[in-house]
Nanobody, 122 residues
Framework: QVQLVESGGGLVQPGGSLRLSCAVS????????MGWHRQVPGKQRESVAA???????NYADSVQGRLTISRDAAKNTVYLQMNSLKPEDTAVYYC????????????????WGQGTQVTVSS
């Protein structure tokens, strides 16, 4: 069992930056990769960034070049650095785990955090 706790969300103006954190605890040895998804009311949750335990990263086209996923193995924490934020980035952001390659490729998350709200508005 893995527990995930996100933090770092908030209100930011367009063009601003935020860094989200996801603290991981529990059976972390079974994790193949991790990712960040986001969801707005009335829409499906979408993957925005993912990282394997080997450090390979993947991004949605809509965030490429603006969002960066990284991890600190010593702290069991995954980050999402968000730059040049746009109003359309407003959403609840969730951290998730992928237990194997199949889950990673399909972005089908296993464990989920509670989410953190990001609001981009002037």
């Amino acid at each position: 069992q893995v527990q995930l706790v996100e933090s770092g969300g908030g209100l930011v103006q367009p063009g601003g930056s935020l860094r989200l954190s996801c603290a991981v605890s529990g059976s972390i040895f079974s994790i193949y990769g991790m990712g960040w998804h986001r969801q707005v009311p009335g829409k499906q949750r979408e993957s925005v960034a993912a990282i394997t335990r080997g450090g390979r990263t993947n991004y949605a086209d809509s965030v490429q070049g603006r969002l960066t996923i990284s991890r600190d193995a010593a702290k069991n924490t995954v980050y999402l650095q968000m730059n040049s934020l746009k109003p359309e980035d407003t959403a609840v952001y969730y951290c998730t785990t992928y237990l194997d390659l199949a889950q990673y490729v399909s972005r089908r998350g296993d464990s989920w955090g509670q989410g953190t709200q990001v609001t981009v508005s002037s």
